[in-house]
């Protein structure tokens, strides 16, 4: 579980910062410290760095991201987790994101509220 979630977020991340630079000859690279860093100072995980290293070497082991270069990128194997990851959790995001974007009592003239 702990893998996967970092495992997503590596690829959620990889898409967002690439999107930065769509239609560039580049491609967004990161290392494991700065990762690491982005993690914790967003409030992502609540690990302690170590932990996250091992979370990352874990990923490793199981072929699912490799670290060359000082580069971490997701290899074909995380890539096709990382889809599937996405399709599983985006429909909740895109609703959380519907809900909070708008009054959700505006979708609707019906609302009901009552006394307690």
């Not at 970092?6 to 494991?32: D, H, M």
């Not at 990851?85 to 505006?106: A, F, N």
Request: overall charge positive; hydrophobic content about 35%; proline content about 2%.
């Amino acid at each position: 579980m702990t893998q996967n979630f970092i495992l997503f977020t590596l690829g959620r991340w990889y898409e967002q910062a690439n999107e930065k630079i769509k239609g560039k000859p580049l491609e967004v690279c990161v290392s494991k410290k700065v990762f690491i860093e982005l993690v914790t100072k967003a409030g992502i995980a609540e690990k302690q760095e170590r932990a996250l290293y091992k979370n990352l070497e874990t990923l490793e082991k199981k072929k699912l991201i490799k670290y060359e270069n000082k580069e971490l990128m997701l290899t074909n194997k995380g890539k096709v987790l990382f889809e599937k990851l996405d399709k599983q959790v985006m429909p909740y995001i895109r609703l959380y994101e519907k809900l909070k974007s708008k009054d959700h009592t505006s979708y609707t003239k019906k609302i009901q509220t009552i006394l307690r």
